[in-house]
């Protein structure tokens, strides 16, 4: 048994008004109180240090600098890693990146995990959602897009708090490919954060399947992988939009072990054995003795679907 | 629109001593009674035509060859061949195949798709479960390792029914690979069968799990890929050892839109619209804009995982 105590921190409604100082000011309280409760880590949502942006449609990209940091830890954002050496405590933070090769200014959305106040590991995403273009009709808008670039990092894992970790952010979590890298790799943790809209802009469907499209997402990730995967959710209302909360932390065996239970500011915790998907991992999905990957080629060889004659 | 009335005909508990002709008889009864309820396909179980025989260890694999089909239609199954023809309605056979190739015999875990009585696709399966060899200490094997070889001919798909289809077979339903290579294709309806033991041989687990693990994995893959997911049950006791039923019927959103109720033989029927599935397609998962190949290497590149140093 390799016993982990993990918390998910969820972050409920950031108005566009709130500073970053403000922001870090409740992300403290959250990991004082994640701290105080013996966890190891916290998670932080993704884009977690602003309102979720990507909502706002502007000519000027570089008009959304504001929502971005130059530097982690940058003035506003140092409490976080003071904080985390001072109380031992790990975690991983989703911002947005702004990053300045010489002339050019590069976007990302990114995540980082951080042990002993020092950032141990990056990730930037790679599945961004939405559009790139204006959509006037639209209730409100998904730029994602428009704002940043795909991530250039890949799906690395890291030795970290005794265990093999890797990260994923938002829609990430819906692609198996996501998973499957990282478990390639022998992650035995997944940390994520997202900000999923409570309605889908691009077609009409029921309410309830955003909620229920996250959880599977998750759960079969997790078991496919024999992997925990520990998610938490920028949630309830934003400027006037509604973000699904559902922060969870699930267990190799794809269940839900721990999951939030409003919409606001809350912590979640669980006790992870990260040896429970040792069994999965050696039988159903030994990977060695199962997979086919002369039966794969299509995934790696072909981006959209070509349809039979 | 398009609708496609389906069934799922799960077939209870086939013992050692029942003769082809015997399973036969509950196979056209079934299929009588879904071209009765006005359905175009019926999906029939893996292994059908007999007793779920790799949990028993036999010296000479050749012993097992009465469980093996050498030809298809042959003189017991020809009724299932010429009822589909008379009735109107397709359907998908699991069988254990052998094929006879010079002095070389090869077997193979397989399934077909057929229409107006004639074989349109075939399937092998992939990801053979189990073992090779004898595991006395076990309360009974499973030795698809030992009796099938590797199935050789991918993961076709087929337009048939007004829609394009794909098979799978049982442990191939766990692996995200098999719905995605599919979904590079275009697939609209994957159909399958399967023969799970309620218990795991390999390791102790809480039993609830492989009836949870079962659903999670065709609702996953449902929904990552937008398609229609039937999955037929061989269950109930066979010879002493218990299988699981569950049959169902995964609509393209993930949700299960039909499952059976017993582990006997039974019908379940939905009216699926298969384009249920064109928005998810054009939206979340519109692969052509949101995959990024240049990320998922290790799928292909390495069967087993590789630990970071």
Same mark, same amino acid.
């Given at each position: 048994?390799?016993?982990?105590?993990?918390?998910?921190?969820?972050?409920?409604?950031?108005?566009?008004?709130?500073?970053?100082?403000?922001?870090?000011?409740?992300?403290?309280?959250?990991?004082?109180?994640?701290?105080?409760?013996?966890?190891?880590? @916290? @998670?932080?949502?993704?884009?977690?240090?602003?309102?979720?942006?990507?909502?706002? !449609?502007?000519?000027?990209?570089?008009?959304?600098?504001?929502?971005?940091?130059?530097?982690?830890?940058?003035?506003?954002?140092?409490?976080? !890693?003071?904080?985390?050496?001072?109380?031992?405590?790990?975690?991983?933070?989703?911002?947005?990146?702004?990053?300045?090769?010489?002339?050019?200014?590069?976007?990302?959305?990114?995540? /980082?995990?951080?042990?002993?106040?020092?950032?141990?590991?990056?990730?930037?995403?790679?599945?961004?959602?939405?559009?790139?273009?204006?959509?006037?009709?639209?209730?409100?808008?998904?730029?994602?897009?428009?704002?940043?670039?795909?991530?250039?990092?890949?799906?690395?894992?890291?030795?970290?708090?005794?265990?093999?970790?890797?990260?994923?952010?938002?829609?990430?979590?819906?692609?198996?490919?996501?998973?499957?890298?990282?478990?390639?790799?022998?992650?035995?943790?997944? @940390?994520?954060?997202?900000?999923?809209?409570?309605?889908?802009?691009?077609?009409?469907?029921?309410?309830?399947?955003?909620?229920?499209?996250?959880?599977?997402?998750?759960?079969?990730?997790?078991?496919?992988?024999?992997?925990?995967?520990?998610?938490?959710?920028?949630?309830?209302?934003?400027?006037?939009?509604?973000?699904?909360?559902?922060?969870?932390?699930?267990?190799?065996?794809?269940?839900?072990?721990?999951?939030?239970?409003?919409?606001?500011?809350?912590? /979640?915790?669980?006790?992870?054995?990260?040896?429970?998907?040792?069994?999965?991992?050696?039988?159903?999905?030994?990977?060695?003795?199962?997979?086919?990957?002369?039966?794969?080629?299509? /995934?790696?060889?072909?981006?959209?679907?070509?349809?039979?004659?």
């Amino acid at each position: 048994m390799r016993k982990l105590r993990v918390a998910a921190a969820q972050v409920g409604g950031i108005q566009p008004d709130e500073t970053r100082t403000e922001v870090v000011g409740r992300l403290l309280d959250l990991m004082e109180r994640a701290a105080g409760a013996g966890c190891r880590l @916290v @998670v932080f949502p993704e884009l977690t240090l602003t309102t979720f942006f990507p909502r706002y !449609f502007l000519e000027d990209i570089s008009s959304a600098d504001t929502y971005f940091e130059t530097a982690l830890p940058g003035p506003e954002t140092r409490p976080l !890693f003071d904080a985390s050496r001072r109380l031992g405590i790990g975690f991983h933070l989703g911002y947005a990146e702004l990053v300045r090769e010489g002339d050019r200014n590069r976007r990302f959305n990114t995540a /980082i995990l951080v042990d002993g106040g020092e950032i141990i590991g990056k990730y930037r995403k790679v599945h961004l959602p939405g559009h790139a273009d204006h959509l006037p009709e639209a209730p409100f808008q998904h730029l994602e897009k428009r704002y940043f670039e795909v991530g250039d990092l890949g799906f690395p894992v890291w030795k970290a708090f005794g265990g093999v970790f890797g990260m994923c952010i938002c829609n990430d979590r819906r692609w198996p490919e996501t998973y499957r890298v990282l478990g390639l790799q022998g992650v035995e943790m997944i @940390v994520l954060g997202y900000n999923t809209p409570e309605v889908n802009i691009h077609h009409r469907e029921p309410a309830h399947l955003r909620m229920f499209h996250h959880r599977l997402s998750l759960q079969a990730g997790a078991y496919q992988n024999a992997t925990w995967v520990v998610a938490a959710a920028k949630c309830g209302v934003e400027d006037g939009s509604r973000l699904i909360a559902g922060s969870a932390i699930v267990s190799p065996n794809g269940e839900i072990v721990a999951e939030s239970a409003g919409e606001g500011d809350e912590l /979640i915790v669980a006790d992870c054995d990260l040896d429970v998907g040792t069994d999965l991992k050696r039988h159903v999905f030994d990977f060695a003795r199962h997979r086919r990957t002369e039966h794969y080629g299509l /995934i790696t060889e072909r981006t959209a679907p070509v349809l039979p004659d």
